[in-house]
């Protein structure tokens, strides 16, 4: 008994080697630390803090010195955002670069991921100028910018939705090819990517006013579908870090 103690035999050690590390607070406050690290990892965190201020506010909105504080707090932090997104679209242009090396080859679903790139090219275009406009470093209407950010904005969004919608559609073609755990754990990723993108396109709708007489939802709506699209982006941005 004390040889096969001291001696395990090599098919045990093989299954504990197999067993994943112990999850300790030290692990999930290394994992934080990284994430903080990314850009994106800072910036989705920042966006649930933003819309999470926004609903504060507009609970309170009965209260004017209270919602001022949230909506201030708000705008400071979106300001903030704006600034980490600044010359984020050049991203973009490589993308775009990448698309134009096979255009005769393209399909119809790299079209509709080209619309989404252009899109949010738009947007963090937009939104630089907006902000560069604003403090006065640009001769440019920055409320303009801003609308047009907006709109390249909300197109992006409905192409990621369209994606989103293709891929769960074809999800189940794949799904004799896969083992169980493998297409529940993408099955999972695509219907939260999914539910990101289609609460951004309903909060941007708001914002660019397009089906106004049908839609016209309150702050706190558009703000609760910012907060749960930055808080899906930052758990899969957490899923991804080891």
């Known amino acids: 008994m ?28 290394d994992k934080f630390i990284k994430l903080l690290a990314t850009t994106d990892g800072r910036d989705k965190i920042y966006k649930v803090l933003a819309n999470v201020s926004k609903i504060v ?4 909105e009965a209260d004017k010195v209270s919602a001022k504080k949230w909506n201030a707090l708000s705008k400071s932090i979106g300001e903030g955002r704006s600034l980490m ?9 490589q993308k775009l670069q990448g698309y134009a090396a096979k255009a005769g080859s393209l399909t119809s679903r790299q079209f509709l991921e080209i619309l989404r790139v252009i899109g949010d090219f738009g947007y963090i275009l937009g939104d630089n100028l907006a902000y560069l406009s604003k403090y006065g470093i640009l001769p440019l209407n920055a409320e303009n910018a801003a609308k047009q950010s907006k709109i390249f904005q909300f197109w992006g969004y409905i192409m990621a939705t369209i994606l989103d919608a293709l891929s769960l559609s074809g999800l ?11 297409f529940a754990a993408e099955q999972q990723a695509l219907v939260l990517s999914f539910v990101k993108n289609a609460a951004d396109t309903l909060a941007t709708l708001a914002s660019v006013g397009y089906m ?6 309150s702050i706190g709506f558009t703000s609760l579908c910012g907060a749960t699209s930055g ?3 930052t758990y899969q941005n957490w899923t991804k870090l080891k």
């Open 2 to 29: 004390l040889f096969c103690f001291l001696f395990p035999s090599q098919d045990l050690t093989r299954r504990q080697a197999s067993l994943p590390p112990s999850h300790t607070p030290a692990m999930d406050a």
């Open 57 to 60: 506010g507009w609970v309170n």
């Open 85 to 93: 997104r600044m010359a984020k679209w050049v991203g973009n242009v």
């Open 172 to 182: 189940a073609a794949k799904q004799a090819k896969m083992d169980a755990a493998a």
């Open 212 to 217: 106004k007489s049908m839609y016209n939802p």
């Open 231 to 233: 808080a899906i982006a």
